[in-house]
């Protein structure tokens, strides 16, 4: 998979893991992946539930060390 | 920098049937699992991150001058949207503090009565998350029946009433939320009681509450009579208290009767569900005011903010003791039950202490609600 662009959102709180994503995924192109890394337990259902909602694809999540990864898929 | 509220003053608001508009700003599926509810609240949904690029949609929804408060997870996210409110003019935008996750910890208190010999009874509302606990107050003592893991709130309280908490009950191992009881026990020195069946496994020191071993609170004696009723748990017992009060526990409530699989021997304990609710509380006077663990709809709630019911009128109005069949009694208690509580399996763990999780942990455990009902 070719990432566009990694977002570290790591120690931040909700709202700011979704709000630098939203902005981050601005910065790239239609059908460009987004790689982002966060520590918010808060951050999956809401990544999750927000993609959905533009239209942007989640393609895969992982969890390790404390730290949840995110692949997303701009529409 | 828009203002905020407190769990308390919320609580406030809705036991005493206050109009109150709710702006909760979750993922709408956290918001469909998990809300507030109760008085008159009034609640909307909208996600926080549809409203980054600016609040217009709510404008059709909302009045510029009226209250509103806005809740999320953890108390971030309302700060951000109540601050673009109020920004867009809206004059009376508040961010609950917290969030849910406060919101699941508040209690509230409420007089159910005077007990003889100057006595008092408080029912404790967890408003977040359906629990109900109780303080028995007599001469300067206090009993404490199924308290709740913020333990600072019964201490507070005792305190400011001038009472000493000499007996911790617990009618069941919980599996929805983590018991205070112990621990209450061992900061004020009194004694956990716990019914034996449900103790087999437990890793501390603990009082049996049994049938026989009547507890006195104060030298007035409010008489703390158990009465074995298993089902929800094979130990489950229930209290009457000074004679006119029946705490049942996860036995029974308002308009609901307990499940019987929490502990993943559904099939096992029908029977023993069946046998309390249709033949051990007939025996009992239809008088006894029953004052259950859990409620779970918010018109369950009186005017005051109480949950209660008359014995006799269950009989009459809860649909779980209705079903003379015992096969369509079985079917109703063991297929297409509710989604279990979250974390149960930990919670019973933490309960019996062969698991230690620490505040946080413990916090993220009781997320969402009780779930120990299933409705005729």
């Known amino acids: 998979m070719e990432i566009a662009k990694v977002l570290d959102a790591k120690g931040l709180a909700c709202p700011m893991p979704i709000v630098k994503t939203k902005?981050?995924?601005?910065?790239?192109?239609?059908?460009?992946?987004?790689?982002?890394?966060?520590?918010?337990?808060?951050?999956?259902?809401?990544?999750?539930?927000?993609?959905?909602s533009g239209g942007h694809e989640l393609m895969k999540d992982s969890e390790e060390d404390g730290v949840f990864k995110f692949w997303i898929k701009k529409a | 920098m828009a203002k905020t509220i407190t769990t308390r003053e919320l609580?406030?608001?809705?036991?005493?049937?206050?109009?109150?508009?709710?702006?909760?700003?979750?993922?709408?599926?956290?918001?469909?699992?998990?809300?507030?509810?109760?008085?008159?609240?009034?609640?909307?949904?909208?996600?926080?991150?549809?409203?980054l690029d600016g609040v217009e949609s709510l404008d059709e929804k909302l009045d510029k001058n009226q209250e509103v408060i806005v809740v999320c997870a953890k108390g971030g996210s309302s700060v951000m949207v109540a601050d673009l409110l109020d920004e867009a003019g809206y004059q009376n935008a508040y961010s609950l503090e917290g969030g849910m996750k406060a919101w699941s910890e508040h209690l509230e208190p409420v007089k159910i009565a005077d007990l003889s010999d100057g006595g008092s009874l408080y029912q404790f509302v967890r408003l977040g998350k359906g629990c109900l606990s109780y303080v028995i107050e007599s001469d300067g003592e206090a009993a404490i029946v199924d308290a709740n893991r913020m333990t600072d709130i019964y201490e507070k309280f005792a305190k400011e009433r001038g009472t000493a908490i000499t007996h911790l009950l617990d009618t069941h191992l919980h599996a929805d939320h983590i018991s205070g009881g112990r621990k209450l026990a061992e900061i004020a020195g009194g004694t956990y009681h716990l019914p034996p069946k449900d103790a087999e496994e437990v890793t501390f020191d603990y009082a049996p509450l049994k049938e026989g071993?009547?507890?006195?609170?104060?030298?007035?004696?409010?008489?703390?009579?158990?009465?074995?009723?298993?089902?929800?748990?094979?130990?489950?017992?229930s209290l009457i208290i000074d004679d006119k009060y029946l705490l049942t526990g996860d036995i029974l409530f308002v308009k609901s009767i307990g499940r019987p699989d929490l502990a993943g021997l559904a099939d096992d304990w029908v029977k023993d569900l069946r046998e309390t609710l249709y033949s051990r509380y007939k025996e009992l006077s239809y008088n006894?005011?029953?004052?259950?663990?859990?409620?779970?709809?918010?018109?369950?709630?009186?005017?005051?903010?109480?949950?209660?019911?008359?014995?006799?009128?269950?009989?009459?109005?809860?649909?779980?003791?209705?079903?003379?069949?015992?096969?369509?009694?079985?079917?109703?208690?063991?297929?297409?039950?509710p989604p279990q509580p979250n974390a149960y399996e930990n919670i019973r763990k933490t309960n019996l202490g062969k698991i230690s999780p620490d505040t946080e942990e413990q916090k993220e455990m009781e997320t969402g609600p009780n779930r120990c009902a299933v409705e005729g």
Do not use: C
């Not at chain 1, 910065?27 to 539930?49: F, Q, R, Y």
């Not at chain 2, 009186?302 to 014995?311: D, F, K, Q």
């Open chain 2, 213 to 237: 071993n009547d507890i006195t609170v104060g030298k007035t004696k409010i008489k703390v009579q158990p009465i074995y009723s298993p089902g929800h748990t094979i130990g489950s017992t």
């Open chain 2, 288 to 337: 006894l005011t029953v004052l259950p663990a859990h409620y779970s709809f918010a018109e369950e709630l009186h005017e005051n903010g109480e949950v209660s019911a008359r014995l006799g009128d269950l009989y009459e109005r809860n649909s779980g003791l209705q079903v003379d069949d015992t096969e369509e009694f079985k079917k109703m208690v063991t297929e297409n039950l």
């Open chain 1, 23 to 52: 902005k981050a995924i601005g910065d790239i192109s239609s059908g460009e992946v987004l790689e982002v890394h966060a520590t918010d337990k808060g951050a999956k259902s809401d990544l999750t539930a927000w993609a959905k």
């Open chain 2, 11 to 51: 609580a406030e608001k809705i036991v005493n049937q206050e109009e109150t508009l709710i702006l909760d700003v979750r993922n709408t599926e956290q918001f469909e699992d998990w809300k507030i509810e109760g008085g008159k609240a009034e609640i909307i949904n909208e996600p926080y991150f549809n409203l």
